[in-house]
């Protein structure tokens, strides 16, 4: 027999009397509070399991009144095991840790009487009884209030006025935050200016926010009647009306409910974009993954977008499988501002870009090397925005041969020696077979300057001066926005470009002072020992499989861990053809070892269901992935019985969902986060910034209509399906903003209370002395590593901890061993990178007579993916960007003088660009940006707006990827190939 605890029997008693005095006088205080009170009409006690102490609270109009006494038939009950325990849980300074023990241990359990809402309804209000304590923004003397938030582009001040928001702009960094570093390079300092810049999208944010485009209530398509006809042939045709939150979660929860048990595990699938909304515990990895783990789903499996070539080639090399087969850029600004002669910007736009996530804190840093006299060499199709604001050489080479030119620079420092010998030898292994292919003593086919200008289009001399110029030369190699990122990857010949990126650094000997890879953009000296996570971390995930939670924030942020018992997953690029065909194999981004992208996965999985129903998450594929026609096939299908879309826009795909749940913006809600930091892949990607800048994300205003937040709309799901209370843990999303607060190292440097009413932290950076070692010198030096990550893992070291590379040799290979075990006979991936020509190119016969013009689609400079296109943003207004015509705003096409006269095309004329994929009606733009043969469109229009039958007529939104083929840079990878694309272009006559 247990032994009370007096003392915290009467404590407790003590608290719950407490509690019914506190709601009482929220609730006369707070309009808010009595209007959450009011809700619900119900009963609840809060009692211990093994004794008599309880209190029941009866809740009824908007008031509460509570008895001692334990009632186990209330409407919720939430018994502990003892008064201790209790104690651990209901008071304000409760140790999250001890809460996670009470649950996984049973010794708290809370049950609804009906169903879960109920449940989910009563801890709301007691996270509201904290919540409201809460005292933030700082007050302007214009009469607005000053909050802090954060986007894709940049962290921002947001000023509003009764509800509204009047502006956002960048945050200008006050005299008492922390001082930036300084470089002395070259007789000179350099140190960036105190503020916080933001990506050219993020100016137009304010007008997405209010954009008539919004969803502002849950939306059922007319036709669609879960009990009856589905009509699935009119997905994106028919229209939407308005129905309740109770009606739109009771279809979606009953839908989950119905596909499991008629069809069994794996029947509901998951989609997302690459991107969302900013914040720890509102992106794509946090309160997503906690929900769909909790139902169980089939994911969808992303592909290394962006990052295709160095994964599926250059990983093989010199490993870095964390990076994706890109290579780490610590303290690389200050060696290249202190060492660097030139940089060689290869399929690299950061100005466009700006890095991932970095806004334009690049540009600084750029301009600092041409002001030493840095020189800059620019190898792309399109002259692009960072060719010219630093002008210098630009190549403009066809595109998806870039390899040619890199193998007639590699031939040139064979044949005159201008190369590094030493590290060559002592560092690499495969050089000498490689080099006979280059010298053609292989195939008989010498890969000279000569030969490559046939393929690139750039002239011999000029290649050969370039290679003559960088083999004499201290040289960084920007391979795209930031390393690895960039457009000549996303290619057919994207691994093979990758793949001579490596093996030319490897010839100039990386690492030593002056020769590396990047262009500015990454390589800061902040501190990269100030813990705080990025979003891949998973926020509130709980996933330990899917998300950094297991490796980062495990001892740090405790949490109900999520496991997803499906074992089905659907490779991203291959969606459509999953549900259309029934049948689809893909390959993992495995990000621990060089051989995790072999192992082949099979769509259905053993024992698994077809996809039955599709839960579409945020973004648009139309306008992001490959051959986007094929989407629209795939929804109109019969096979999809059910298609949900949460959207904060109608836009893209959320025009083909049966049910539209309505998401707010990251202004609408509470989160946190950090300034450019996704982890990751992308490790200390935050080295793209001049300033660390954590923030919390007020929430600056109450969500528009009746939309809410992401994590709101799945708690209200889970608890139709009994799931609210394991899926919130009871908390509140404010209190998940201080729970991951309290597992960072922020309050060892400022409060909660400090960092709640300011809105952010600015990390000092290092002292010089304490700046982190220049990537790769630690290799080219020969001693062990001394960057701070955690690549290779242990087990992928060959002889000593941090000693070698992660390939078998431990050395940068020429001839790679992985894929000499994997597959040494693949023609698409020989075991040493080759010249092969784009399996949709020049090279493609009769298909290249019907359409001789090469488009690339890379990332926009004004819109981050889909986010701030379309929706009558400011941004549209940018001539750049979209052209009104006859008071359309058309996405633009880019075409040569010549391409333009020989069709009959003037400037902002509409035209039809098409192939046999479809075609897209576009502004045509002529310019002298491209060569002759090459046009340029960005990727990620918001709009998918077909003028007839969905799938097959011409779009008139810009999503061009309707036009980018479907097919795999090779066939055993999952990996787009966007920018090998044949299309041609007429003037449209409005056929």
């Not at 052209?883 to 040569?896: A, H, K, P």
Request: glycine share 8%.
């Amino acid at each position: 027999m247990k032994i009370p605890n007096i003392a915290a029997d009467k404590q407790l008693k003590v608290i719950l009397f407490g509690l019914t005095h506190t709601i009482n006088v929220l609730t006369k205080k707070d309009r808010k509070f009595k209007a959450l009170v009011s809700q619900k009409d119900f009963t609840a006690c809060i009692c211990i399991r093994t004794s008599d102490v309880g209190r029941v609270f009866k809740f009824n109009n908007g008031k509460v009144r509570s008895q001692s006494k334990k009632d186990i038939n209330c409407d919720v009950v939430m018994t502990f095991e003892s008064a201790e325990d209790a104690m651990k849980m209901m008071v304000p300074w409760r140790d999250y840790q001890d809460v996670i023990d009470l649950a996984k241990l049973f010794k708290v359990d809370i049950c609804g009487k009906e169903d879960d809402t109920v449940v989910v309804h009563f801890t709301d209000i007691l996270g509201a009884i904290m919540d409201n304590q809460v005292k933030y923004g700082t007050p302007m003397p214009d009469g607005t209030m000053r909050y802090v938030n954060n986007t894709n582009g940049g962290p921002v001040f947001v000023f509003v006025k009764d509800d509204k928001i009047i502006r956002i702009t960048p945050i200008d960094l006050a005299e008492d935050d922390a001082k930036p570093w300084t470089i002395k390079a070259r007789g000179k300092e350099f140190t960036p200016t105190n503020k916080v810049t933001v990506s050219p999208h993020t100016q137009g944010i304010k007008s997405t926010i209010y954009s008539k485009d919004r969803i502002l209530y849950p939306m059922k398509r007319v036709d669609f009647d879960p009990d009856g006809e589905r009509n699935p042939q009119n997905r994106g045709i028919s229209g939407y009306e308005r129905i309740s939150w109770e009606e739109a979660t009771d279809i979606v929860a009953k839908e989950i409910v119905r596909v499991k048990k008629e069809f069994g595990p794996g029947a509901i699938m998951n989609g997302s974009g690459s991107h969302h909304t900013w914040g720890n515990l509102g992106y794509w990895l946090s309160a997503r993954p906690r929900f769909f783990n909790t139902i169980g789903t089939s994911y969808v499996s992303h592909n290394p977008d962006s990052w295709e070539g160095f994964y599926w080639g250059a990983m093989h090399h010199w490993g870095n499988s964390i990076r994706l087969g890109a290579p780490d850029t610590y303290s690389t600004v200050e060696d290249a501002l202190q060492h660097t002669d030139m940089i060689v910007f290869w399929s690299a736009d950061p100005e466009s870009t700006s890095g991932v996530y970095g806004a334009m804190e690049g540009t600084q840093r750029r301009l600092w090397a041409k002001q030493l006299g840095i020189e800059f060499v620019h190898i792309d199709p399109f002259y692009n925005h960072t060719a010219a604001l630093l002008g210098g050489k630009w190549f403009g080479t066809k595109p998806s041969t870039s390899n040619a030119m890199a193998l007639a620079i590699a031939y040139v420092w064979m044949k005159e020696g201008l190369y590094d010998k030493d590290f060559v030898a002592d560092k690499t292994e495969g050089f000498a077979e490689w080099q006979e292919y280059v010298l053609g003593n292989e195939d008989g086919i010498p890969k000279t300057p000569e030969w490559q200008e046939d393929e690139t289009g750039i002239p011999a001399h000029d290649v050969r001066a370039l290679a003559r110029k960088w083999g004499s030369k201290r040289v960084y190699l920007a391979a795209g926005g930031i390393q690895g990122f960039g457009s000549a990857c996303r290619s057919a010949t994207g691994a093979e470009w990758a793949r001579s990126m490596v093996c030319l650094m490897a010839m100039q000997g990386i690492g030593k002072p002056g020769v590396n890879m990047g262009c500015l953009q990454q390589g800061t000296p902040v501190d990269t020992r100030f813990f705080f996570p990025g979003y891949s971390e998973g926020g509130l995930s709980g996933d330990y499989e899917g998300t950094g939670v297991g490796v980062n924030m495990y001892q740090r942020m405790p949490q109900v861990m999520t496991m997803n018992t499906v074992k089905q997953v659907v490779p991203r690029l291959k969606i459509p053809e999953a549900i259309l065909e029934g049948e689809v194999t893909g390959y993992p981004t495995d990000t621990k070892s060089i051989e995790g992208q072999f192992f082949e996965y099979k769509y259905p999985a053993p024992g698994h269901a077809p996809i039955k129903m599709y839960y579409k998450y945020g973004g648009s594929h139309f306008g992001t992935m490959n051959d986007s026609n094929r989407y629209a096939h795939m929804y109109r299908s019969p096979n999809l019985e059910t298609v949900v879309n949460q959207s904060i826009w109608l836009e893209g795909e959320a025009k083909f969902a049966d049910v539209i749940l309505p998401a707010c913006t990251n202004f609408e809600r509470w989160d946190i986060g950090e300034f450019a930091n996704c982890g990751g892949y992308i490790h200390h990607c935050y080295t793209q910034v001049n300033h660390r800048v954590v923030t919390i994300q007020h929430k600056c205003i109450e969500p528009l209509g009746e939309s809410k937040s992401d994590y709101e709309i799945f708690r209200m799901i889970a608890s139709k399906l009994g799931l609210g209370a394991y899926y919130s843990e009871g908390t509140s999303e404010l209190e998940w903003v201080r729970r991951l607060f309290n597992g960072t190292d922020l309050p060892s440097k400022i409060s909660w209370k400090q960092f709640l009413k300011r809105g952010y932290y600015v990390v000092p950076p290092p002292k010089e002395e304490h700046r982190d070692p220049v990537s790769w010198r630690w290799y080219y030096e020969g001693r062990k590593k001394d960057v701070p990550e955690m690549n290779p893992l242990p087990s992928e070291y060959k002889e000593g901890f941090k000693e070698g590379l992660q390939t078998q040799s431990g050395k940068i290979e020429f001839v790679c061993n992985s894929l000499k075990r994997f597959a040494p006979d693949d023609p698409e991936r020989p075991i040493m990178t080759k010249y092969i020509p784009s399996w949709e190119g020049p090279h493609s016969g009769e298909l290249y007579e019907k359409y001789p013009l090469q488009m690339i689609s890379p990332h926009s400079r004004y819109s981050f993916h889909t986010m701030m296109d379309g929706k009558d943003s400011y941004i549209n207004d940018i001539h750049d960007h979209r052209v009104e015509i006859d008071g359309y705003f058309y996405w633009i096409i880019r075409l040569n003088d010549a391409d333009a006269k020989s069709r009959g095309i003037k400037h902002n004329q509409i035209v039809e660009v098409f192939n046999d994929r479809g075609s897209v009606l576009c502004a045509a733009h002529i310019t002298s940006r491209v060569p002759a043969g090459t046009v340029h469109s960005y990727e990620s229009s918001a709009l998918y707006e077909p003028i007839g039958e969905p799938g097959r007529s011409p779009d008139r939104g810009g999503s061009v990827n309707t036009l980018t083929p479907s097919r795999p840079i090779i066939k055993k990878s999952h990996s787009t190939a966007c920018n090998s694309c044949l299309v041609n272009i007429r003037v449209w006559e409005g056929e």
